[in-house]
């Protein structure tokens, strides 16, 4: 049964697809928007304490919190929902080889004698 041949037969139908579409437009948006703050993040790690005047970052984000969602994914955001995925794999792999490198960095400064160690304090004599 084609989709327009559903929401005839079920007056309800059509509003419940298109609030479903809705709903998940919206979560999608969000997931979107949140791939696109780690791009971001990943050009720019310092953001806003980059620029010459060190504007103030903006504030953080509340947690975002899934939705109960009462129906599967519509066939017309499936495209968007997968596109997304890719995006966020891409996302991910490039964080974790930004936090890898960024291992590889502390390592090698780490074993570098005297740096961070605080152990050990240094007294200089200036009065001889």
């Given at each position: 049964?084609?989709?327009?041949?559903?929401?005839?037969?079920?007056?309800?139908?059509?509003?419940e697809t298109e609030s479903s579409l809705s709903?998940?437009?919206?979560?999608?948006?969000?997931?979107?928007?949140?791939?696109?703050?780690?791009?971001?993040?990943?050009?720019?790690?310092?953001?806003?304490?980059?620029?010459?005047?060190?504007?103030?970052?903006?504030?953080?984000?509340?947690?975002?919190?899934?939705?109960?969602?009462?129906?599967?994914?519509?066939?017309?955001?499936?495209r968007r929902a997968v596109a997304l995925s890719?995006?966020?794999?891409?996302?991910?792999?490039?964080?974790?080889?930004?936090?890898?490198?960024?291992?590889?960095?502390?390592?090698?400064?780490?074993?570098?004698?005297?740096?961070?160690?605080?152990?050990?304090?240094?007294?200089?004599?200036?009065?001889s």
């Amino acid at each position: 049964m084609a989709s327009a041949e559903r929401a005839a037969a079920a007056p309800g139908a059509a509003h419940e697809t298109e609030s479903s579409l809705s709903a998940w437009a919206a979560i999608l948006d969000v997931l979107e928007s949140a791939v696109a703050v780690a791009e971001r993040t990943l050009k720019d790690p310092l953001g806003p304490l980059s620029a010459p005047h060190h504007a103030a970052a903006a504030s953080p984000r509340e947690r975002w919190t899934p939705p109960v969602l009462t129906g599967p994914l519509p066939a017309e955001a499936r495209r968007r929902a997968v596109a997304l995925s890719a995006a966020q794999q891409r996302v991910a792999q490039r964080l974790e080889d930004a936090r890898r490198d960024l291992a590889r960095q502390l390592h090698a400064v780490s074993s570098v004698p005297g740096v961070g160690d605080p152990s050990a304090a240094i007294y200089l004599d200036v009065s001889s």
